[in-house]
């Protein structure tokens, strides 16, 4: 089974507005973190993100939030006031456990942000 | 603070040479870890290391590829005989020691093999 699943392999977006990039994930492991990348076309990647499972507050970062809803294990990116320098890949990603473990990636959504 | 260091940023390889792909993580990182993209995917972990040790490396085929975290000096990925299958780009990320929450990748080394 997947463990980390981004059902939108594209995106558009009309500048200035809110878009949604979904996330769902699955464990057993009952402490994990969850993580947002973008990733533009120039290739590197860039931290946007966390969620730890305990934390009882959606994370924010900026124009970033995370919509953490942990009974159905999804962790959507939010991302508000859509910019053209926002086009890019977004990657969803777990680290399970507390301490070093790995991350899983899903396989990423494309995002156009339109003028 | 200098982030996450990857070098070569692109390296151009001939079918059976090797490939030598060096990271050097963040300052006061002790855990390194290393994925591979191919294109249009996400990335595939393959190994995590602390100084002088393999944690795990699952995700590592089986030949040709091995990786290093000396006490001293940069994390090395090598790929020994290289295939055109093996052209991808391939990622450091860095970790401080006991930490869940924090991971900065580095900018990755685009390896092609012609």
């Known amino acids: 089974a997947q463990k980390i699943t981004q059902t939108q392999p594209g995106m558009f977006v009309q500048e200035k507005e809110a878009v949604t990039l979904d996330c769902t994930y699955d464990t057993s492991d009952p402490s994990y973190g969850l993580f947002w990348y973008k990733q533009p076309s120039s290739g590197e990647m860039i931290f946007l993100i966390y969620q730890g499972s305990y934390d009882q507050q959606n994370a924010t970062e900026g124009r970033y939030s995370l919509n953490f809803q942990k009974a159905r294990k999804s962790a959507n990116l939010v991302i508000s006031a859509s910019q053209l320098g926002d086009s890019a890949m977004y990657f969803c990603a777990m680290r399970e456990g507390d301490y070093g473990q790995n991350f899983v990636f899903g396989p990423g959504t494309r995002l156009s942000v339109l003028p | 603070n200098a982030g996450v260091m990857q070098n070569p940023r692109h390296l151009v390889r001939r079918r059976g040479q090797e490939a030598r792909l060096r990271c050097s993580p963040m300052k006061g990182h002790s855990h390194v870890y290393w994925y591979r993209q191919l294109p249009e995917e996400g990335l595939k972990f393959m190994v995590y290391l602390q100084k002088e040790n393999i944690i795990d490396e699952s995700g590592m085929p089986k030949e040709r590829f091995s990786a290093e975290f000396p006490k001293e000096g940069p994390s090395i990925l090598r790929i020994q005989q290289v295939v055109r299958g093996d052209s991808a780009a391939y990622f450091c990320?860095?970790?401080?020691?006991?930490?869940?929450?924090?991971?900065?990748f580095g900018q990755g080394t685009r390896l092609t093999v012609v």
């Open positions: 990320a860095s970790s401080p020691y006991q930490s869940n929450t924090e991971a900065f």
